[in-house]
Each structure stands twice: as structure tokens, then as C-alpha cells.
């Protein structure tokens, strides 16, 4: 069975404070990803990477970084949460190949930034 | 970047059948995918669609229309549990995957 867990389902977090989001994966997948997700807005695509060490920006990486150290890890850093950072994060991987494999998602973490 | 458009929300009794449709931007196409995401949850894959016409998977049917940019999720025999959201996403070809803003369903008795 697949799976994909993220090391927390609620965090509370103050303005300033720097903030890792971890996200773990037991499929030997190549991608992994990191999304957010607000009302109204669907998930945007924050940072992927393909491959360990490797790292790709995606729709809106501004005040992020992440990290692939390796392969069934993948992280995210806020380095300086700011109040509009607050929301809900998703972690997503799927097999690397020609074919559009589907991604298989973690069950979210809600951070709140005070 | 490509805009991928779906009612916000959609509401239909149970036992009746509900089309939730998607159009996306055609430049680029690589494939479609449907998700349900229930409240809190994450979201799970139903269908992929690459080429034109009907994929049925039990209840659950997708639709794609490539050169219209098209797609549609067909539910039937609604059921309670089927209440939750449903996000169309797209590929595109050298980009990973668009998603648009969710249908949220509410199946009511």
C-alpha cells in the first residue's frame, strides 16, 4: 500500500520563525513535490525534485527552500514564516517517466502562522 | 500560466447521477487527471484521461475532449460518501501538474 506521510497534521508557528515541513515516501518514487493549498485557489506547486539533490521551482517558491537529501525525503523550509504563509501543505510523489503517472498525496499539514 | 476553470460548487441528491465539467488551455497538453479530496484529507486519484472519449471506472466516469479542451467527471447512483471535492488537474508537456480551484459536491438524502 502507498504511502506518503508528512511529519505533522497541525503546527502553530510565530512570524519570524524559521519552519520544517517534513514529508516522507516508502514508493521509491523519482518526483516528489510540495503544494499549498488555499480556498478558492486549488493547490499551487511551491518547489519538485526529481531526484535527490536536485530541485526545481514551481508556481510560486517566494520565501521557501527545500531539501532532497534522500530519495523518500523531501523537505520544506520557510525560512522566515510570515503571516500569509499560513495554509495548508501538501506533499505529493509519483513515479519519474514518459508517461503522466498520478501523484499520490500526504495527508496535509495545517500551519498557522501567528 | 494556464488557467484550468471548474464550478466552485455543485449539489445533487442521492441515488442521481452529476457531470462536473473542466476546461483548461490546450497549448501543452499532456494528460488530465481527476482527484477527490475529501474535507481535511488528502487527495486521492480517480481517472486519467490522454486521449479523446469516455474512461469508466465503476460509479465514476471521465471525459475528454482534447481539442476542445474539455473534460467532465460523471458520478452516478450518488451516494453520501461521495460529498467531498474534486480537482481537475493537467499536465503539461516540460511543466508538472495544474490544478483548478475544486468542485466542492454536496450530496444531500
Known amino acids: 500500500d502507498v504511502k506518503v506521510t508528512q511529519s505533522s497534521r497541525y503546527l502553530v508557528k510565530r512570524t519570524g520563525e524559521k519552519v520544517f515541513l517534513e514529508c516522507v515516501q516508502d514508493?521509491?518514487?523519482?518526483?516528489m513535490f510540495w503544494y499549498r493549498q488555499d480556498p478558492g485557489l486549488g493547490l499551487r506547486l511551491i518547489y519538485f525534485?526529481?531526484?535527490?539533490?536536485?530541485?526545481e521551482k514551481g508556481d510560486i517558491p517566494e520565501g521557501y527552500s527545500v531539501s532532497r537529501e534522500k530519495k523518500e525525503r523531501f523537505s520544506l523550509i520557510l525560512e522566515s514564516a510570515s503571516t500569509n504563509q499560513t495554509s495548508m501543505y501538501l506533499c505529493?510523489?509519483?513515479?519519474?517517466?514518459?508517461?503522466?503517472?498520478?501523484?499520490?498525496f500526504g495527508p496535509g499539514t495545517r500551519l498557522t502562522v501567528t | 500560466g494556464q488557467n484550468i476553470d471548474q464550478p466552485t460548487e455543485m449539489t445533487a441528491t442521492e441515488g442521481a447521477i452529476v457531470q462536473i465539467n473542466c476546461t483548461y488551455q490546450t497549448s501543452g497538453f499532456n494528460g488530465l487527471f481527476w482527484y477527490q479530496q475529501h474535507a481535511g484529507e488528502a487527495p486521492t486519484f480517480l481517472s486519467y484521461n490522454v486521449l479523446d472519449g469516455l474512461e469508466e471506472k465503476g460509479r465514476f466516469s471521465s471525459f475528454l475532449s482534447r481539442s476542445k479542451g474539455y473534460s467532465y467527471l460523471l458520478l452516478k447512483e450518488l451516494q453520501m460518501k461521495d460529498s467531498a471535492s474534486y480537482l481537475c488537474a493537467v499536465r503539461y508537456y516540460g511543466q508538472n501538474f495544474v490544478f483548478g480551484p475544486g468542485t466542492r459536491l454536496s450530496v444531500l438524502p
Open positions: 525534485s526529481y531526484d535527490v539533490k536536485m530541485k
Open positions: 505529493a510523489s509519483s513515479l519519474l517517466g514518459g508517461r503522466s503517472y498520478e501523484q499520490y
Open positions: 514508493m521509491d518514487h523519482e518526483n
